[in-house]
């Protein structure tokens, strides 16, 4: 039986009556510009490599700085898309929301709890790159995408990497499905058989060429974003589908994958 820590169970469990609660809630108005946030000169502090920097306090952005005015409506629009998808009992602790320059990383989140903001929590940054390539950004509620590549994976990838830390899942995905006592596949280096268009793949042994490369927390938060974001999870006996359906067994996953599933349907 999976050992579950008494707080992650109590943070789900909240999660998912909150969303249970929200089905006939009207959406929340968001911001509609970085303008009405107020400038922080604290967070001049912020690597450079940030063009758009911003405190985060539950739903509301509280204060920002900005290198480049482009990038701060970028990341409007950006957590806009990410508390529409992800309820706030679901990211409680994430304090600061950043867009970053360059693409060597789409995304970026920092499990050690170092922030700029001088409060306790978790910083999440995405690449500008991503958000100016995407169509309808400024609509919140459109249907998510579930290929790699794209805007929606990378804020589901780098969400389940605070989720998936915050509640043990990286640990016990690894119990059952990692070690010695477990046959391992070959990982290739180079995989060149995955779909083109960054759709992951539901059968097999793994469900992206990424996680097939990189494994470890990379793997668990790849098949995690494949559990959210798939339309259809796979019901066969194969290494991955076992993988992706390992997330149904976790309190307030499923409640959060049919919440996601609904956004603009």
């Given at each position: ?24 809630a009207p ?78 990383w789409a ?109 470890g927390d ?48």
């Amino acid at each position: 039986m999976p050992r579950w820590s008494l707080a992650a169970a109590l943070i789900l469990c909240t999660a998912a009556a909150t969303l249970l609660a929200a089905r006939t809630a009207p959406p929340r108005p968001t911001q509609a510009t970085a303008a009405s946030i107020p400038d922080d000169a604290a967070l001049e502090r912020a690597d450079a490599a940030y063009l758009a920097v911003f405190e985060v306090v539950d739903d509301r952005l509280v204060g920002k700085h900005l290198r480049d005015d482009a990038a701060g409506d970028l990341g409007i629009a950006c957590w806009s898309r990410l508390t529409t998808g992800f309820p706030l009992s679901y990211r409680k602790l994430i304090v600061q929301f950043n867009i970053q320059s360059g693409r060597r990383w789409a995304g970026r989140f920092d499990g050690s709890g170092a922030n700029d903001v001088g409060r306790a929590g978790f910083r999440l940054s995405i690449a500008g790159y991503l958000a100016a390539e995407e169509k309808d950004l400024n609509d919140p509620h459109r249907p998510f995408t579930p290929r790699r590549g794209t805007l929606d994976w990378t804020l589901v990838h780098e969400m389940g990497h605070y989720i998936c830390l915050r509640t043990n899942a990286i640990e016990l995905f690894s119990q059952q499905f990692d070690g010695d006592q477990v046959p391992q596949p070959a990982r290739r280096e180079q995989p060149d058989d995955y779909p083109e268009d960054g759709s992951p793949r539901l059968s097999g042994d793994f469900v992206t060429s990424y996680a097939e490369r990189v494994g470890g927390d990379e793997e668990v938060v790849e098949t995690f974003t494949t559990f959210l974001l798939a339309p259809e999870l796979p019901r066969d006996e194969s290494l991955v589908a076992r993988k992706i359906r390992f997330f149904e067994t976790m309190p307030g996953f499923p409640e959060l994958r049919e919440h996601i599933q609904r956004v603009g349907r």
